[in-house]
């Protein structure tokens, strides 16, 4: 357990629906991630705050929408997604940015 | 852009032999980089942080290395188990606020 909790762990979603993933973290920290890992590719970066602050936007299409509310919670809106968008989608925060990272178990995208 | 490189895709050794895992990336500039374990559908779990200045770092039976100038580093786990058999994952975090990752080593540690 890392202290980065995503819900749901699983979601299977059809291309006209609207979802959204949740990350929450009790740790204190300050920087959180959005995170993409597709089966056989490294993890890509998709967003990251700091101090509720988006500070990057790793060219990410606009149907993936990120928000934060506050510095424990992370969203991720999902709306007209593509079959190429399944993949697993992790979650990180960090004390500062650039800091160790840890991430939660993560929510298993499929889209149908 | 950095580019991160592990070196062998995938590993299968008898129980109780020691493992090399391979990292290697392209920007010496790096703040920091980190070794994490990924079990099969689940998340990352941090294994060992080496900041840009230190040379390596040690937790029981895991010791990274790291040559920032030649850019590598090196992850052993001694006496391995079968409870090892994962992906290992290296990523450098860069001043642009990114950990760039490479594509994971897959152990399998046979009993």
């Known amino acids: 357990e890392t202290g980065v909790t995503q819900t749901p762990r699983h979601l299977v979603m059809g291309m006209t629906n609207k979802k959204s993933l949740k990350c929450e973290q009790h740790?204190?920290?300050?920087?959180m991630y959005w995170y993409k890992q597709s089966a056989k590719k490294p993890l890509e970066l998709m967003f990251v705050?700091?101090?509720?602050?988006?500070?990057e936007n790793n060219s990410v299409p606009s149907r993936f929408s990120p928000e934060c509310p506050n510095s424990s919670h992370l969203f991720l809106h999902l709306h007209t997604l593509q079959p190429e968008d399944s993949a697993l989608y992790l979650c990180?925060?960090?004390?500062?940015?650039?800091?160790?990272?840890?991430f939660g178990q993560g929510t298993r995208l499929t889209v149908v | 852009k950095q580019e991160v490189t592990q070196i062998p895709a995938a590993l299968s050794v008898p129980e109780g032999e020691n493992l090399v895992l391979n990292c290697s990336f392209t920007?010496?500039?790096?703040?920091?980089l980190q070794w994490f374990r990924q079990d099969p559908g689940k998340g990352l779990t941090s294994l060992l942080l080496?900041?840009?200045?230190?040379r390596e770092q040690t937790s029981g039976r895991l010791n990274a290395s790291l040559d920032k100038s030649s850019g590598r580093s090196t992850l052993y786990i001694a006496a391995s188990q079968p409870g090892d058999s994962a992906t290992y994952l290296c990523?450098?975090?860069?001043?642009?606020?990114?950990?760039?990752f490479g594509a994971g080593t897959t152990v399998t540690v046979r009993a």
């Open positions: 990180a925060s960090s004390q500062e940015l650039l800091i160790e990272a840890f």
């Open positions: 740790l204190g920290h300050n920087a």
């Open positions: 705050y700091s101090l509720e602050e988006r500070v």
């Open positions: 920007d010496s500039a790096i703040y920091n």
């Open positions: 080496i900041q840009s200045s230190q």
């Open positions: 990523a450098v975090s860069s001043n642009d606020y990114k950990l760039s």
